[in-house]
């Protein structure tokens, strides 16, 4: 099975905190990608990356960063965290090829007090 | 650009109700449709998709049919189980891209 798996389920950040979400998926898939879900608002695309070394940004990207050393490897780092960053973040990797299905890593609740 | 639009809910629903939760598109061409459940606590899975127009997918039960004269991809159950209740996101993949475009997603409760 597929599987992406997120370092934690549950963080919580102090204001300004420099904070790195984590994610690794088994599958040698080339993309990966960093959503953000809000109630309302549906999955927005933080950052895509196609390959290793190589990022692309998504629709809302500011307050964001992203790092890909390593194929199965793609971290969002929040360089000085901020409370409208409070939210559930899902990492996703999917094959290069068009019509085909990403999976989903289970998230992490992220809180900034 | 690409966008998706899908009924708010939440729907709610006696277990073996008929269900449809709607979802209409906005893309250039002809882009890939998906509806993704995510139960709770759990991230986003798969849940059926279609590439062409006229395609129907289905899975557990679930089908929807890509109707590109309505730009529509209406997710339908015919009997829903307690098992059910979740939030179902309708997504579509632009022409030749591998990105995905989420819909605000929809949460079902289904009760006994």
């Known amino acids: 099975d597929v599987k992406v798996t997120q370092s934690s389920r549950y963080l919580v950040k102090r204001t300004g905190e420099k904070v790195f979400l984590e994610c690794v998926q088994d599958?040698?898939?080339?993309?990966m990608f960093w959503y953000r879900q809000d109630p309302g608002l549906g999955l927005r695309l933080i950052y895509f990356s196609y390959d290793v070394k190589m990022k692309e940004k998504g629709d809302i990207p500011e307050g964001y960063s992203v790092s890909r050393e390593k194929k199965e490897r793609f971290s969002l780092i929040l360089e000085s965290a901020s409370t409208n960053q409070t939210s559930m973040y899902l990492c996703?990797?999917?094959?290069?090829?068009?019509?085909?299905?990403?999976?989903f890593g289970q998230g992490t609740r992220l809180t900034v007090v | 650009g690409d966008s998706v639009t899908q009924m708010e809910g939440p729907v709610t629903l006696s277990e073996e109700a008929f269900l449809t939760i709607n979802c209409t598109y906005t893309?250039?061409?002809?882009?890939?449709l998906f509806w993704y459940v995510q139960y709770p606590g759990e991230g986003l899975q798969l849940l059926l998709k279609?590439?062409?127009?006229?395609d129907k997918g289905s899975n557990k039960g679930f089908e929807a049919t890509y109707r590109k004269e309505t730009t529509s991809f209406h997710l339908e159950k015919g009997s829903v189980q307690v098992s059910d209740s979740a939030v179902y996101f309708c997504a579509l993949s632009p022409l030749n891209t591998d990105k995905l475009i989420f819909g605000t997603g929809t949460r079902l409760q289904v009760f006994p």
């Open positions: 893309a250039t061409g002809y882009p890939s």
């Open positions: 599958m040698d898939h080339e993309n």
């Open positions: 996703a990797s999917s094959p290069a090829q068009v019509n085909t299905e990403a999976f």
């Open positions: 279609a590439t062409k127009a006229d």
